[in-house]
């Protein structure tokens, strides 16, 4: 075997070997942007729950307040128990939409592991 040969065999190699680190750094890069994904839906949820019970404390607070003997006008014509009550259906909503991306992420990546590989 002459240079020319080694040198052809070993540039081979190094391309082969150069393909395969780029097929692996693509997949690594691919499930860590799943991953960043399903942690940000994570999160996302987590602080809308945190909102909602905020808000469902206000809101009980208030309600609270407004049923108090003394209270005057009564709970269902209070404005501002009505703000709480929609900002917290609001709340609910975004929550349950966040929650079904987070399902649909994590049910697609569920999948992709059972995929077979080629």
């Known amino acids: 075997m002459d240079k020319k040969e080694l040198y052809e065999k070993a540039e081979q190699a190094l391309n082969q070997s150069f393909e395969a680190a780029k097929k692996s ?39 609270y307040e407004k049923s108090s003997p003394g209270a005057g006008s009564s709970p269902v014509q209070d404005d501002e128990l009505r703000v709480l009550i929609d900002e917290t259906r609001n709340l609910e909503t975004k929550l349950a939409e966040v929650e079904t991306s987070l399902q649909q992420q994590l049910r697609q990546k569920k999948l992709a592991r059972r995929r077979p590989r080629s």
């Open 25 to 63: 750094v693509k997949l690594v890069a691919q499930k860590a942007g799943e991953a960043a994904q399903v942690t940000k839906l994570f999160v996302e949820k987590l602080t809308l729950e945190h909102q909602v019970t905020k808000q469902l404390t206000r809101l009980g607070s208030r309600l």
